[in-house]
T-cell receptor, first 111, second 112 residues
């Protein structure tokens, strides 16, 4: 069964305290892995796409990496404005129905 | 307007009402989606349209009825909803199935 699991469910960090969020997946035929950021009361905002193991993408304080079983979103020296829920989604196969979302990690960065 | 817009942003309706949600994308994308987002659950894909043709319907109850008059507009018609249908309804678009999706701000629906 295709599945995406994100951990931890919630994470509280002090400003400047680096950490990583995890997205593990069991799907047949990974076509792509997506990271999104969602602020309260808003729709998800696209961050990164990763297509193959070993690939890395960076944007400001965020860096996403991908292995054959999981992806990490590394947050370096986070700021309060990085507080949000981070969602991971995995595209398996070619159909539009084959996109699986995790339940997200709610990140809070304390000043 | 840029990106993906949704109206209304908030909606309260009784179980016997009929209402519609509207979505418009200004990105020139070919695919549009409706999702339901409930607390502690993954995003649930409801409907997919590709070049105005519905390609997916994930066993959604018939009280939800989508409409896609052109590749830029998407509607979700609601009638005789249940309280458990209360959720955030998100519209998204993408260039094609394999590409990243861009989401609207959502409509917070409350069914009383």
């Amino acid at each position: 069964e295709d599945q995406v699991t994100q951990s931890p469910e919630a994470l509280r960090l002090q400003e400047g305290e680096s950490s990583s969020l995890n997205c593990s997946y069991t799907v047949s035929g990974l076509r792509g892995l997506f990271w999104y950021r969602q602020d309260p009361g808003k729709g998800p905002e696209f961050l990164f796409t990763l297509y193959s193991a070993g690939e890395e993408k960076e944007k400001e304080r965020l860096k996403a990496t991908l292995t054959k079983k999981e992806s990490f979103l590394h947050i370096t020296a986070p700021k309060p404005e990085d507080s949000a829920t981070y969602l991971c989604a995995v595209q398996a196969g070619t159909g539009a129905n084959n996109l699986f979302f995790g339940t997200g990690t709610r990140l809070t960065v304390i000043p | 307007e840029t990106g993906v817009t949704q109206t209304p942003r908030h909606l309260v309706m009784g179980m016997t009402n009929k209402k519609s949600l509207k979505c418009e994308q200004h990105l020139g994308h070919n695919a549009m989606y409706w999702y339901k987002q409930s607390a502690k659950k993954p995003l649930e894909l409801m409907f997919v349209y590709n070049f105005k043709e519905q390609t997916e319907n994930n066993s959604v109850p018939s009280r939800f009825s989508p409409e896609c008059p052109n590749s830029s507009h998407l509607f979700l018609h609601l009638h005789t909803l249940q309280p458990e249908d209360s959720a955030l309804y998100l519209c998204a678009s993408s260039q094609d199935y394999r590409r990243e999706q861009y989401f609207g701000p959502g409509t917070r629906l409350t069914v009383t």
